[in-house]
């Protein structure tokens, strides 16, 4: 019986010895998550005053409309999954520049309830910033990403649409 609890206090004292071996791997970014071609599932333009006031309907489904089925984003990076160009493909009205640079607000989910911003710029040192557009649904392992342009007037959004898109390139 000593022998057998012997046995024991040493297998469990051996199981703690676990090693680090040294290597690092670094977190995922959302850079990592976001990159690639995306391609529209669904575009909502929303009336931001009516949805305030509660006048319905406050909203429309454009998805069908003025050619965007055909819309799709692309996001670069590079081999270090630094951001590099955007481009908006299809023969779409521009609601945002159709292309430019970009880098998030972020480059993790935040903690809170605040969406992460994609800035887009004109210029690949990111002087001129020509647009905003807030990260609202974070790709995951369904492909998909919701992303929202809301247009503000004196401070108060008076519109916004929604982008939902699914990857072009899983």
Not at 43 to 60: K, S
Not at 97 to 118: C, K, Y
Not at 121 to 148: C, F, K, W
Request: charged share 20%; aromatic share 12%.
């Amino acid at each position: 019986m000593r022998l057998f609890l012997f046995g024991v206090v040493i297998c469990w004292l051996t199981a703690c010895d676990n090693q680090d071996d040294g290597s690092y791997v670094a977190p995922i970014t959302l850079y990592e998550k976001v990159h690639g071609e995306w391609s529209l599932m669904k575009l909502t333009m929303i009336d931001e005053f009516a949805r305030a006031n509660g006048i319905t309907p406050d909203e429309q489904n454009l998805s069908t409309l003025f050619n965007y089925p055909d819309f799709r984003i692309s996001f670069n990076v590079d081999e270090a999954m630094n951001p590099t160009r955007y481009q908006v493909m299809g023969d779409v009205p521009p609601l945002f520049e159709p292309e430019g640079f970009w880098m998030l607000s972020s480059d993790f989910q935040p903690t809170n309830s605040a969406a992460v911003r994609i800035l887009l710029y004109q210029n690949a040192d990111h002087s001129v910033q020509t647009g905003e557009l807030r990260l609202t649904s974070v790709p995951g392992s369904n492909g998909e990403m919701e992303i929202q342009l809301v247009r503000i007037t004196e401070g108060v959004p008076f519109v916004s649409y929604v982008f939902n898109l699914n990857a072009s390139n899983p």
